[in-house]
């Protein structure tokens, strides 16, 4: 009896923890799974069907919204399809780069390069919010004398029109864009600098 009571005290002793309360997990390795996000365009994603397959009757894609709720959308196809051919999603034009458009309006220059809009200006930036339907963001900067309403197309991918309106006591610009995004605004050494996400 005494020596299965040594035994046990003795089990006991090399395999109890020093603190119950911790980590099972080594102390020099981290268990966190890190959430590595892909910031790339997607463009194309190729797929084959099994051999029995006859009719694609409807795709289903899964998508992210702007505020990270998870929404779906199907899509009915009900069209015959043959196995041996695979099949293809594509965004179409991803991959195309359009030239970027210059807008000069009162010694205020926008330049337009994927999805960023710089604007070379010595005026403060008095405040800047968004109004949806259709999405604008609205920048007032310090009026100058000469100020004037303009309307400017630009007709790029994230960004569609710039319109200049004058106030009592600041210039508004107001840029709309071709769909719903997050921005940015930085400033730069010569204007500031607008990213959309």
Known sequence: MKKIFLLLFYCTFIFCRENPFESLSLPNIDTKITDQKDNSIFEAFDFKLPSTARILKEVKVVYQNID???????????????????????????????????????????????????????????????????????????????????????????????NFIQHQNYYRAVITLDGHYKYEILKTDDGYQISLY
């Not at 015959?80 to 051919?85: K, L, M, R």
């Not at 200006?121 to 004037?148: A, C, H, S, V, Y």
């Open 68 to 162: 990270g709720s998870i929404e779906e959308k199907v899509f009915k196809v009900d069209k015959n399809i043959d196995w041996h051919y695979p099949l293809s999603l594509s965004q179409k034009d991803a991959s195309i780069s359009k030239d970027s458009d210059f807008i000069s309006v009162n010694k205020m220059i926008f330049f337009t390069k994927e999805n960023k809009l710089f604007i070379t200006t010595n005026r403060k930036m008095q405040r800047n919010f968004i109004l949806p339907e259709p999405f604008r963001i609205i920048i007032d900067f310090d009026k100058k004398d000469g100020d004037k309403d303009t309307i400017n197309k630009i007709n790029q991918k994230y960004f569609s029109t710039i």
